[in-house]
Structure formats: structure tokens, C-alpha cells
């Protein structure tokens, strides 16, 4: 038992080192990880005259959503294209481990993009109030967000661009009801309902109240619905995957 | 002990029936090899038993383990060369070595030097570092087979390991699966080159719209097949003027003094020639027999004219 452990263990790390190796240390994700959430943030910051901590919370949540559920909706569709996933389907792996690799992969991604956001608030002494907890949160959320990406690429397609069009469809509405950029508090009251119900309103909310002290919902119960869709997330994924994966196989 | 055993398996696409209740066994150490036309089920089946589909009905077992059941435990004893699958194109011929062999747990430092020997086997060694979009076809087809080895494999499944390559890669990749028997590895292989299959099986199966119809040594098949010899024999004058007519049983030619006889059962054939010369004094300056081509009992077994 001990031995299948340790088996599963190196082959999910196998995998994630293939991921970073193939996907994420490329230049174009890399550029498209700083620029996308940068941009879009001084476009919606500059010149409003907001604290800079209250910017910061707001970055760390973009830069997640913009790296941590980048690539991982298309390692699918692109290695069944490349005949690569019968390949590597044909190891002893089983779907799940290859896609418990992929969202750690893209869990690496996403916070190592963050970290230097967190550090340079850190050198301008703008620090969470709990950071073992901020580091948590921003932990499960990667891994939230990763285990989305994956979620959509469990349509038995081999085109990329399908599953991206999906991917934006829901992550870019995501971004605006979320109070990432603006707090929940600020947003038309007919947006609660859905913001509510928005897996990243919870980290957004639970990081605002990390760096600037007031949050739309008590702390907790944000850290723990950050959990319970990481979690739910990643079982979703795996399951669909799961039912797809021979779909997938006969198309080839 | 089988290494391979199929027990009814069915598998079907919609309203397609791919595979229609295949039952094989396969011994250790054999070269088994699954020919059929386009379409017959050969991929299918091969899925079916490597655990890459799920079969509809009945089960397969990889030296006496389910292959569903225990697909981590089978795939840990098998290689496998999938039809028409890549390395990573954008790792180099070495990381894809690497990274199968940690798939497998292989400790660190035993992956690098099965990975080394085995591109040294492989004439691959010298283009370790070249990623492997950049090899032609037939090193990517031996860097896949190298991949498929590098776990150790008691069972090695090859679909179509020589097709689409030049003479010499194809050559080099039938001479790795002989020394694979060697070694002892079973070897269950699907492919369209049909002399290739009769040269290299210990036995074959013959697969046509998802079912076995024939299954046997290659020689075997032939005598079942009942396909025919050309017997060719070169006499010392003319036969224009002969009687031919105990030769009329069989299909003949006659041209000049060359005669040729189509049967099945050739040591017949030529005692009742050698009979016939004495009988007539004709002297016999050659005589050729040619056993029937593989492909020649491929294409009776395949298509249903036995």
C-alpha cells in the first residue's frame, strides 16, 4: 500500500514537472500571466486615487485568475490533438493522477506569480493581518481555480479553442461580479444574488479583509466556502474527466 | 501461463460493432501478431487490452491480473507503442525518456542509465538532446519504443510498429522486437505488413469485422488457408508435343519446355513429373517450388474465401 503511494506521489510530480517543462515556462504564457492582470488593473485603478492596499488585494486575486486557470482548460484538448494523452494513458497512471499533476502544476503557477505582488507589498510595509492565513487562502484558491480550467477541458473535444471560449465566457464575468475590482459593497444590489454565488467572491473578499481590515462577510465563512470550491472543484473535474476520458479516446 | 488472455471481449461505437467476441490467448515469450483489413477491430482490441478502453463485455488479464480491475499493476508489466502516438514533441528525446520512466517510480539514477542503454540500443544516443519534433519518423519510432521499454515490460504491445517507415528503420525495429522474444518478453503486435508478420510470429490471428477467424502458426495457417504452391520445373526439350494429361488434375502452363503447376500438395505433383520424364525420356534440368506467400493465405483468411 505504502509502495502505491509513493508510486502515485512520483508520477503526479512526473507530470507536473512535464506541465512546467511543456506549458508554463514559456514565454508567451509568462508575459500573458504579468501583462493581462497588470494592465487591467492600472485600467481600472489609475488615477482613482484608491489606497494602494486596497489595489493590492485586488491584484493578487486578478493575477490568480489570470495564471492559476490559463493553461490547465487546454493540456487536455491540445495533448489528445498531439497524440500525446494515449501515450501517456498508456502508463501506469490513471487519469485522475495526470490531472491532480496538471492542477498542481497550475497551483505553482499561480502562486508563484503572486509572490512577488505579496512581497512588494511587504517591502512598502503593506502586510496581510494573518498571513499564514492569507497564504492559505490564496493556496486554495490556485487550486480552486487550476481544478475550474481542468472542469471545462472535460468536454471530449482535441481544439483547444472550444475550451477556451468556454473558459472565457465564465471566467471573464467571474472577474467583474466577483468585487475584485470593485468591492461587492460598491456593486448594484442586483449583482449580490450572483456574486454570491461566484466561487471567487469568497478569496476576493477574504484577501480585501486581509490587507485592508473590512470585508463584505465574516472572514471565515469566506475561508471556508475558499475551501469547499476548491474542493468541490477538483472532485467536479475528476469526476467529469473520469466519465470523458474514453470519449475522448475513441474519437482518436 | 498466457501472458495475454482475452475472454469475449466486445466493444462497439455507436451502432458500429468494432470488436464482436475476441477471445485469444497468448504464451509467454511469443511474438503474437492480430492482422486484419482496415477497420476489422485490431486497434480496438489492442485498447481493449492494454486498458485504454474499456471493453462493453467479457475481460482480458495481463499475466493472470485484470486489466481493468488492476490497470496500475498491468500497465506497470506492460509497454506500449500506441498506433500513430507522439512523444512530446517539445521535450527532448532524453526528458521523454525521464519523465515515462518516473510514471513507472523508477528510482532517479536506474531511469538515467536504462534511459542511456537504451538509446544506445536504439542508435539514438547521439541526438539525445534533440527535441522530438525534430527526429525523423523512424526515430520517433524508436524513441516511442524506447519509452515502452524503459519500464522493464514482461508484455510488449506494438500497434503498427513498422508502418510508415523507410526499409532500413523498419528493418532495425523487426530485428529489437526478435531480441525482445530473446530476452523473453511477449510480444503482441498488429500490422499490415503481412510477410512481416509471418516472418517474425510465433503465431497469429487473423481478425476480420471484430472477430477472430483464423489463429495459428503462420505455416499452420497456411495448410489451413489451403493455399497453393507453384511447382517449376525446366525439362530439356519443348513440351509442345507431349502429353500432358496426368497433370490435368491441377492448373498448368506450359511454355516451351518450361512447365508450371499450381496445387496444393507439391511432393504429389513432382513424383508423378519425375515418372512422367522417365516415361518419355525427358531429362529434368530444374525444379523450383514455391511455397505460398503469406499474404496469399492473409487475403483467403481475411476476406472469407476459406
Known amino acids: 500500500m505504502k509502495d502505491e503511494y509513493v508510486h502515485m506521489f512520483k508520477a503526479v510530480w512526473a507530470i507536473c514537472w512535464k506541465d512546467i517543462k511543456l506549458y508554463y515556462a514559456k514565454g508567451p504564457i509568462v508575459v500573458t500571466g504579468v501583462i493581462f492582470p497588470i494592465f487591467l488593473w492600472m485600467a481600472f485603478y489609475a488615477g482613482k486615487g484608491l489606497e494602494l492596499k486596497e489595489g493590492l488585494a485586488s491584484l493578487i486575486i486578478l493575477t490568480l485568475l489570470f495564471t492559476a486557470s490559463s493553461v490547465t482548460p487546454i493540456i487536455a484538448p491540445w495533448e489528445t490533438r498531439q497524440r500525446t494523452l494515449e501515450m501517456l494513458l498508456s502508463r501506469p497512471v490513471t487519469v485522475r493522477w495526470v490531472l491532480v499533476g496538471d492542477v498542481l502544476a497550475s497551483t505553482i503557477f499561480g502562486i508563484v506569480f503572486v509572490t512577488p505582488i505579496i512581497a512588494l507589498g511587504a517591502i512598502l510595509n503593506i502586510t496581510p493581518a494573518n498571513p499564514f492565513l492569507t497564504i492559505v487562502a490564496i493556496t486554495f484558491t490556485a487550486v480552486g481555480l487550476s481544478s475550474l480550467g481542468v472542469m471545462f477541458s472535460a468536454i471530449p473535444t482535441d481544439t483547444p479553442a472550444d475550451v477556451i471560449l468556454l473558459s472565457s465566457l465564465v471566467k471573464l464575468p467571474l472577474m467583474f461580479v466577483s468585487g475584485i475590482l470593485v468591492p461587492i459593497t460598491r456593486l448594484p444590489s442586483w449583482i449580490l444574488p450572483i456574486a454570491l454565488l461566484s466561487p471567487i467572491t469568497y478569496p476576493a473578499d477574504f484577501v480585501r479583509m486581509q490587507y485592508l481590515g473590512s470585508s463584505f462577510l465574516p472572514p471565515y465563512l469566506s475561508l471556508i466556502f475558499t475551501v469547499l470550491f476548491a474542493l468541490v472543484f477538483m472532485i467536479l473535474a475528476l469526476e467529469l474527466h473520469e466519465k470523458s476520458i474514453f470519449k475522448r479516446l475513441e474519437k482518436r | ?306
Request: net charge positive; aromatic share 8%.
Open chain 2, 1 to 306: 501461463m498466457y501472458a495475454i488472455e482475452a475472454f469475449d471481449l466486445h466493444k462497439s461505437f455507436g451502432n458500429v460493432k468494432a470488436v464482436n467476441g475476441v477471445s485469444l490467448k497468448v504464451r509467454k515469450g511469443e511474438i503474437c501478431g492480430l492482422l486484419g483489413p482496415n477497420g476489422a477491430g485490431k486497434t480496438t482490441t489492442i485498447r481493449m487490452l492494454t486498458g485504454l478502453l474499456k471493453p462493453d463485455r467479457g475481460y482480458a488479464l495481463i499475466m493472470e491480473h485484470d486489466v481493468v480491475k488492476e490497470s496500475i499493476k498491468v500497465k506497470k508489466l506492460i509497454g506500449v507503442v500506441p498506433e500513430e502516438a507522439n512523444p512530446y514533441p517539445d521535450l527532448s528525446a532524453w526528458d521523454n525518456l525521464i519523465f515515462v520512466g518516473r510514471l513507472y517510480g523508477i528510482p532517479n539514477y536506474e531511469i538515467r542509465k536504462r534511459a542511456s542503454d537504451l538509446l544506445k540500443l536504439l542508435d539514438l544516443y547521439t541526438m539525445k538532446d534533440r527535441k522530438a519534433k525534430n527526429l525523423s519518423k523512424g526515430q520517433r519510432q524508436k524513441l516511442l519504443i524506447a519509452m515502452a521499454l524503459i519500464g522493464n515490460p514482461k508484455v510488449l504491445f506494438l500497434d503498427e510498429p513498422t508502418s510508415g517507415l523507410d526499409v532500413l528503420s523498419a528493418r532495425k525495429i523487426r530485428e529489437l522486437i526478435l531480441e525482445m522474444k530473446n530476452e523473453g518478453i511477449t510480444v503482441f503486435l498488429t500490422t499490415h505488413n503481412i510477410e512481416e508478420a509471418g516472418e517474425l510470429c510465433d503465431r497469429v490471428a487473423i481478425i476480420r469485422n471484430g472477430r477472430i477467424v483464423a489463429e495459428g502458426a503462420p505455416n499452420e495457417l497456411k495448410i489451413k488457408a489451403g493455399a497453393y504452391t507453384y511447382v517449376t520445373i525446366i525439362f530439356n526439350k519443348p513440351l509442345e508435343n507431349c502429353k500432358l494429361d496426368f497433370i490435368k488434375p491441377y492448373e498448368y502452363k506450359v511454355q516451351s519446355s518450361k512447365l508450371l503447376v499450381i496445387c496444393s500438395r507439391p511432393a504429389e505433383v513432382v513424383v508423378k513429373i519425375v515418372e512422367y520424364a522417365k516415361k518419355y525420356g525427358l531429362d529434368i534440368l530444374d525444379i523450383k517450388i514455391s511455397p505460398p506467400s503469406f499474404e496469399e493465405v492473409f487475403v483467403r483468411l481475411a476476406t472469407g474465401e476459406v
